[in-house]
């Protein structure tokens, strides 16, 4: 059984351009919410997915954006970046949406912005 | 914000001692779950504590939740070196949950040295 998987592991960028990460959830689950956590923080909320819907957003601005696809996996896309997005980007699968299940983290993607 | 903030930041013990972590919040809450951290990487579910439960075991970890006082408490007994990680605790936002969103604590550090 198949737990939570990100790609790429590591992932190098320059201010200004943009990134696609990528999640599968694990293996019966139909949500998806996407964290960033930076060096020496807590995971920080950034969005939700749920039936190919943004269910629940945080304090994240606009660069910040996200696709569900009706496999279940999901997207995180960030433009412009900027050097402050460098963190770790974790992703967490779960059923039925909501807050009221345990979550299930893959290994998270780290992005360096340079 | 942060809504959990824990307590102490890091915490360094012996193999065979027991390690206690506290969490305080500030709005409501549906339920608190505890997650582990190993070395930056992706988080892993521990425990999740209802609203309108006081206490919860699982093998050697005691929970424990007091809304009144908006904390709770993660006590691992007889430790060992392989508990060496970050523990955070994690809160939705009760009557005001919308979705999904789960706020992260900024976590304990714990050491156990063999």
């Known amino acids: 059984d198949a737990g939570v998987t990100q790609s790429p592991t590591h992932l190098i960028k320059t201010r200004g351009q943009q990134v696609t990460l990528r999640c599968s959830p694990k293996?019966?689950?139909?949500?998806v919410s996407w964290y960033q956590q930076a060096l020496g923080q807590g995971p920080q909320f950034i969005f939700q997915y749920y039936e190919e819907e943004e269910r629940q957003r945080g304090n994240f601005p606009d660069r910040f954006s996200g696709h569900q696809f009706p496999n279940y996996s999901s997207e995180l896309n960030v433009n412009a970046l900027l050097l402050g997005d460098s963190a770790l980007y974790l992703c967490?699968?779960?059923?039925?949406?909501?807050?009221?299940?345990?979550?299930?983290f893959g290994s998270g993607t780290q992005l360096s912005v340079l | 914000s942060q809504q959990g903030e824990e307590d102490p930041q890091a915490l360094s013990i012996q193999e065979g001692e027991n390690a206690t972590m506290n969490c305080s919040y500030k709005?409501?809450?549906?339920?608190l779950q505890w997650y582990r951290q190993n070395s930056g990487r992706g988080l892993v579910h521990l425990i999740l504590i209802r609203s309108n439960e006081r206490e919860k075991h699982s093998g050697r970890l005691r929970v424990t939740l007091d809304t009144s006082k908006k904390s709770s408490s993660l006590l691992i007994t007889a430790s060992r070196a392989a508990d060496t990680a970050s523990y955070f605790c994690?809160?939705?936002?009760?009557?005001?949950?919308?979705?999904?969103?789960?706020?992260f604590g900024q976590g304990t550090e714990l050491s156990v040295k063999p």
């Open positions: 709005t409501s809450i549906n339920n």
């Open positions: 994690a809160t939705d936002e009760g009557i005001y949950n919308q979705g999904g969103k789960l706020i």
């Open positions: 293996s019966g689950h139909d949500t």
């Open positions: 967490a699968s779960s059923l039925g949406g909501g807050a009221n299940e345990k979550l299930f």
